[in-house]
Nanobody, 119 residues
Framework: QVQLVESGGGLVQPGGSLRLSCAAS????????MSWYRQAPGKQREWVAR???????NYVDFVKGRFTISRDNAKNTVYLQMNSLKPDDTAVYYC?????????????WGQGTQVTVSS
C-alpha cells in the first residue's frame, strides 16, 4: 500500500504561481511513475502531467510552458510548479502513482488539494 499526501494548494490571483507537493510512502519511490490530475467542479478528472521513473516528462497541451513536473527521489516527493495561472486552472489537483510489481502494477491516488485562481 502506497500513501500519497498532497499539499501546496490555495487561493492565487490570475497570473500567479503555486507549487504543489506530493509526498509518497514506500521504499521504491524512484520506480514509481507519478502524475498529476485535476478535477474542476462539474467536470471529469483530467490528466495534467506525468514524470516517469527515468525522469521523462509529458504534459497536456493546455499547461505546456506554464506547468513543470519534477521529482526528488531522496524525499519521495513529486512537485508541480504552476506559473501563469488562469481561472480555468481552478480545480482539485490529485497526485497519482503507478507502482510496478512483478507481473503487474498498482495505481494509487492522493486525497487532493484545492487550487483556486481568482481575483
Amino acid at each position: 500500500q502506497v500513501q500519497l499526501v498532497e499539499s501546496g494548494g490555495g487561493l492565487v490571483q490570475p497570473g500567479g504561481s503555486l507549487r504543489l507537493s506530493c509526498a509518497a510512502s514506500g521504499s521504491a519511490f524512484s520506480n514509481y511513475a507519478m502524475s498529476w490530475y485535476r478535477q474542476a467542479p462539474g467536470k471529469q478528472r483530467e490528466w495534467v502531467a506525468r514524470i516517469s521513473a527515468d525522469d521523462s516528462t509529458n504534459y497536456v497541451d493546455f499547461v505546456k510552458g506554464r506547468f513543470t513536473i519534477s521529482r526528488d527521489n531522496a524525499k519521495n516527493t513529486v512537485y508541480l510548479q504552476m506559473n501563469s495561472l488562469k481561472p480555468d486552472d481552478t480545480a482539485v489537483y490529485y497526485c497519482n502513482a503507478i507502482v510496478p510489481v512483478p507481473g503487474t502494477s498498482f495505481m494509487y491516488w492522493g486525497q487532493g488539494t484545492q487550487v483556486t485562481v481568482s481575483s
